[in-house]
């Protein structure tokens, strides 16, 4: 076979130029696989995180049932006047007041703020995040909760050493909304409170959720100090993304378990068991996925 020196040159400037295109092709290859690839494995961590909360969840549900049927045996042959004896009792430790501090009342039913930075959280791992959150309000006596995105902003930096936008530094704004209507509009156009006690449970959910450990107090003061990074930013359509997430699974859940109605203004066992659960979901994405979050009145 002849070598490239014996041709002629516009056929031997055509191989070069051919052969350039072709290794340009397979390292463009080589990279679109390599990214299939690693997507493909985030998405597999996820799945598997995803199922081994749900499975953590439903050996924590068993447990409290487990609890319910042996207390249900231990009382099936005692007399009429024990049992209400022991209702009574019940009711009184489920129904352990709380105090809702004067600005959280002084607040009425505007929603929550909630300052996020999602850092190396997927969509998936935010969205459960809200619904959680949202579950915490159904366990206190609410229907659950909107979330809507509001904002997005990147950290100020010097010219020198800009960086591009990322995940891993936006910080997301979210107004947190109830989902059932807290006041109504009487003939005059005046909004009143709702007949029920739904605005009370509302203050207990804001109040019980502000006194949480799940806060970085440092996230307002440096959402105040950045920029606006724009409503294309990936950051921003990925949280968009997780509220829509969290609002279907949010749908699913108080259609298969219904709350609200039953609830009281205190706190039950369940929504403690719900609210330590929060706290370490939090504190999970945190130390793993580097999120930071932060909730306050408006």
């Not at 494995?41 to 749900?54: C, L, V």
């Not at 006596?141 to 990147?154: H, I, K, M, N, S």
């Not at 930096?157 to 807290?182: C, K, M, W, Y």
């Not at 409170?193 to 440092?218: E, N």
Request: charged share 25%.
């Amino acid at each position: 076979m002849a070598s490239c020196e014996s041709l002629p040159e516009p056929h031997r400037l055509q191989l070069l130029e051919l052969a350039r295109n072709l290794d340009d092709c397979g390292r463009r290859t080589e990279r679109f696989l390599t990214q299939q690839l690693q997507q493909l494995q985030q998405a597999i961590d996820e799945f598997e995180a995803e199922q081994s909360a749900w499975r953590r969840q439903q050996a924590r549900e068993a447990e409290v049932l487990k609890a319910l049927w042996d207390e249900l045996s231990g009382v099936s042959g005692q007399t009429p006047a024990a049992l209400r004896r022991l209702s009574e009792n019940r009711t009184e430790i489920r129904r352990q007041p709380v105090h809702v501090p004067d600005e959280v009342v002084a607040a009425g039913g505007s929603p929550l703020s909630l300052l996020l930075i999602p850092a190396k959280c997927s969509s998936l791992q935010i969205g459960l995040l809200l619904f959680e959150v949202s579950k915490y309000n159904r366990e206190l006596g609410g229907a659950g909760l909107r979330f809507e995105v509001t904002d997005c902003r990147e950290p100020r930096q010097h010219l020198i050493g800009r960086r591009q936008p990322s995940n891993e530094t936006a910080i997301i704004a979210l107004d947190v909304f109830s989902r059932q209507p807290l006041y109504v509009a009487d003939d005059r156009g005046c909004m009143n409170a709702i007949g029920d006690d739904s605005l009370d449970r509302w203050f207990v959910f804001k109040a019980q959720l502000l006194q949480s450990a799940i806060m970085s107090p440092d996230l307002p003061l440096v959402f105040k100090r950045s920029r606006s990074a724009g409503r294309d930013h990936t950051a921003r359509e990925m949280v968009l993304d997780a509220t829509r997430r969290a609002d279907m699974a949010e749908s699913d859940d108080s259609n298969r378990t219904p709350r609200g109605a039953c609830r009281s203004t205190g706190t039950s066992e369940a929504a403690r068991q719900q609210l330590s659960r929060l706290e370490q979901c939090v504190a999970t994405l945190a130390n793993g996925r580097g999120m930071k979050l932060h909730i306050s009145l408006t």
